[in-house]
């Protein structure tokens, strides 16, 4: 945890270093870059300083939150000072510059706020360990965001009319830079102005790829795998050995020592520790199981492929498998500690009719050949042993009454001699000490020495036990495990290379549809349990649907109109088959993190599209323009800024998306999520959001007549892109 937190912090510090580049660049100054990364650290400690109130802690995911936190909590601080910087070059003084650009942008900045805080509303509702996971994340990103909010409604107003000036042309390298990049992105703003004019020109051919991009996301969303919590790295990981039925105790310790030496060959091992007579996946003692947790070297110090987390336990695994004598394999750690034993797949087989152990080692037998066959499924073991050879001592009731014995005295005496039994304390040496009553080894090792025990009876005559007793050798179970009251054996499977979690869950739900009878039931264990809660519980869509709601909720209130909304929300579906495809192009799945991706990807996506509407709508209520003019002039005053921001939390997100050691794989797949729906939002959804807008718009005239100067001709696109 220690280790995953540490990464996480460098990934902050990375992420901190992209968004000032990407500031700078746009900014041009370092004037007007210190005014939005002052927000950082302030949003960052009051988040820090609220966490005691709601009781979470440092951890990995508000941490998680962190990281996307950076690129979000400069957004409305870039908003402003863009907005300032533009009324300055038009030759107003900084402080009544300031006071105009914020007439302009305070709207839309509440709005940008109050839509990312509250797209995760619907997530406070959801029940165990998935609502712990959304919610830390959730309230993490909405303080912080609240808080930039607060901050660029105040502190950046103060700071943009006493910081910044107008700007004096050099003559450096620096200034050629800045005059090549403002040339190429005055050529990007004509070029998007004219896609935005065509666009609106061919509005219903627009909104067929629109749809395209719904189906499009719909799709991507059914073949990328479905998952719950990652496999992650987390420096260590489990293996077992098991010997056959009732093997000795010294030849499992034997085979445990070959086991060791093949561990500690293993590439990126440290150490091992053994435990013999023990199973950690059934969580029983006996002599013929043995336990290795295997502590993996440094983070730092794997960089070999074959010292990667999945490679080292593909090679335990084959290498322990090998061993003669023992079945041997490595198995991983549960994602959360302490819920379950073991990662993968823990699946529950019951006796729901309460027949006899051997109904349920036949259908154990015929689910686990069958499990094996299943090209998803790997590693499928189980803990259910029907058939360890065992010797059954038969007390003859009757005569033990005949002898005069009390029958609880001889099973204490079979109980102390053969196994072992606490008699008291005593104190010695200043130490406290415990006594117990066993016989010795070369006693306990034959059965047939049972004669040398002896019992008193009623008269205080010793009576040997070989006298009172019968032996006969059987085989059944060690022991019995019994699940939800039912008499179950215990399987545990992973799955192969790219199949999630989901996909082994399905695989083994098939398998029993097809091989077990209808007395047996089946149930899950440990993370299992967790996720099959989870998919019984709130779905992903119906809290992507009501954050959606929430969001269109609030825009109706911020404009006052039922309509508006639809055209903020449109291009969501752009933004989430983006996220989608970006998960399928880098052999991703869809698990928690993904879907606390998406959720945010709601107010992102908005976030943009409320910058070019609110501008727009503001455009033509003062009249001056038409309705695609209006709609164009906004598209092409935002345009800036959007992209801006866009760049600054996308590459805030890069170090998620290629992160390494510890708790990698969640903060890639965050990455991924946002970063490609952030992607699909800013270089696709930009050209539809004004399409959008004019529709609506004028469907919402449509009772009215015809939109003002909706049949004029579409204006040329404005020339230059200095923060125009």
Known sequence: M??????????????????????????????????????VPVSLVGTFMLFPVFGFSINTLSLFGLVLAIGLVVDDAIVVVEAVEHHIEKGLSPKDATLKAMEEVTGPVIAIAVILAAVFVPTAFIPGITGQLYQQFAVTIAISVIISAFNALTLSPALCALLLKPKVKGTGLVQKFYDWFNRGFGRITMGYVGVCRFAIRKSFLSLVFLFGAAVAAGFFGKIVPAGFLPDEDQGYVYAGIQLPDASSLQRTSEIARQAEEIIMATPGVKYATTVVGFSMLSQVQNTYSAFFFITLKDWAERKAPEEQYTAIKEALTKKLGAL??????????????????????????????????????????????????RPELVGVSTTFRPTVPQIFVDVDRDQVLKQGVNVSDVYKTLQRFL????????????????????????????IENIGQFYVRNAKGETVPLSALTSIRRISGPEFT????????AQINASGAPGVSSEQVMRALEAVFAETMPKEMGYDYMGMSFQEQKAQQGISPMVIFGFSLLCVFLILAAQYESWSLPFSVLL?????????????????????????????????????????????????AEKGKLSLIEATLEGARLRLRPILMTSFAFILGCVPLAIASGAGAISRQVMGSTVIGGMLAASFIAIFIIPVTFYVVEKLNHKGEGPPPGAGDPMPKAAEGGQHA
Request: proline content about 4%; aromatic content about 12%.
């Open 481 to 488: 495990m019994r699940y939800n009251m039912y008499r179950s």
């Open 571 to 619: 291009g969501t579906p752009i933004a989430v088959a983006g996220a989608f495809a970006a998960l399928l192009l880098r052999g991703q799945e869809n698990n928690v993190y993904a879907q606390i991706g998406l959720v945010m990807l709601i107010g992102l996506a908005a976030k943009n599209a409320i910058l070019i509407v609110e501008f727009a709508k503001m455009e």
């Open 419 to 446: 196994g072992s039994g606490f008699i008291n304390y005593f104190n010695q040496f200043g130490r406290q000490w415990q006594v117990y009553l066993q016989a010795e080894g070369d006693y306990r090792t034959i």
């Open 2 to 39: 220690s280790e995953g937190i540490k990464e996480i912090q460098h990934t902050l510090i990375e992420a901190l270093v992209l968004v000032i580049l990407v500031v700078f660049i746009f900014l041009q100054g370092w004037r007007a870059t210190l005014i939005p990364l002052l927000a």
């Open 324 to 373: 003669p004598g023992a079945i041997g394999f490595a198995f991983p750690p549960p994602a959360i500690p302490g819920v379950g034993t073991s990662g993968g797949a823990t699946f529950i087989l019951e006796d729901r009719a309460g027949k006899d152990v051997a109904f349920l080692a036949e259908n154990t037998a015929k689910f686990i050949e069958a499990a094996k066959k």
